[in-house]
């Protein structure tokens, strides 16, 4: 088995990448995703991928490891089973979270993107699905919040909508948390929708299967902390006519680790925020 490390250059900024069976080759990813090299057709030598999983870590080293296991047990029962790849994005993690996912990266389909800053979720989740081979990406978030058990479910609409989004707050979805954050969290979404004028009912998460080659053509414009991004995503997905599908999952609160998402009031504002920039921008 064969095992790399070297950097990437993307979006002007080097990362650390490591896979296991590859071809080293010097990239510059630009800002449409698209790999630019002298020396190679492809970043790494992953023949035939149909999906890409897309996993942001930060200090995740109590759940990453069992996390890409069960997304492999889960993902190797389906009809992706020999086409998908686990991408894992971590954000300068200063516990064991780099280190182990170095260790994962020695399976031939995993690959460890080690971002040398602290950026944000949004931007880690971006930064992977540029480097994804993958007609189709998943994304995800590494405490267990969101069941790996329904990516089945998800990737049964594949063919059908561009976008299929995980949603808490339609027919059949719920979320097991503190009842505050609970309905804070679902009166918030609705508030949102309305002001900039969309039907989905959850816009915050992370839970997502996106049509790579759509999502890397939305003009996004604006850098994210929280969940704030999905606003943007089905705002600009709307002004293109893409096509939207939400099913319905159970949101697990995390067991293990410490919540990267703050108080409520935090994030609502950060929710309001990012509404009224859409609702009003030029």
Do not use: W
């Amino acid at each position: 088995m064969l095992f790399i490390h070297y950097e990437i250059i993307l979006n002007n900024n080097v990362y650390k990448y490591s896979f296991g069976e590859g071809l080293v080759v010097k990239y510059i990813i630009n800002g449409h995703g698209k790999k630019i090299s002298s020396n190679s057709p492809s970043l790494v030598s992953i023949n035939h991928v149909l999906l890409s999983v897309v996993i942001p870590t930060f200090n995740e080293e109590k759940n990453i490891s069992k996390l890409a296991h069960k997304v492999k047990e889960v993902l190797d029962n389906t009809n992706f089973k020999d086409n998908y790849e686990l991408i894992v994005v971590d954000d300068n993690s200063k516990d064991k979270t780099p280190e182990i996912i170095d260790q994962l990266a020695k399976n031939s389909n995993f690959i460890a993107l080690h971002r040398l800053k602290d950026k944000g979720i949004f931007s880690a989740v971006v930064d992977g699905i540029k480097i994804a081979n993958g007609k189709f990406v998943l994304t995800m978030d590494a405490d267990f919040s969101h069941p790996p058990e329904i990516i089945p479910y998800i990737l049964s609409y594949s063919k059908d909508y561009d976008i299929v989004s995980a949603s808490r707050f339609i027919k059949g979805g719920g979320m097991e948390s503190p009842f505050i954050r609970k309905i804070g969290s679902k009166i918030l979404n609705r508030i949102c929708g309305i002001i900039i004028g969309l039907k989905i009912r959850d816009l915050g998460g992370n839970f997502r299967l996106f049509n790579r080659k759509k999502f890397l053509e939305l003009p996004l414009r604006y850098d994210s902390v929280f969940g704030e991004f999905g606003f943007e995503i089905f705002y600009r997905a709307k002004k293109l006519s893409y096509r939207v599908k939400e099913v319905p999952f159970t949101y697990h609160f995390r067991k293990e680790g410490k919540s990267k998402m703050g108080n409520l009031l935090k994030y609502g504002m950060a929710y309001l925020r990012r509404a009224f920039q859409l609702r009003f921008e030029r």
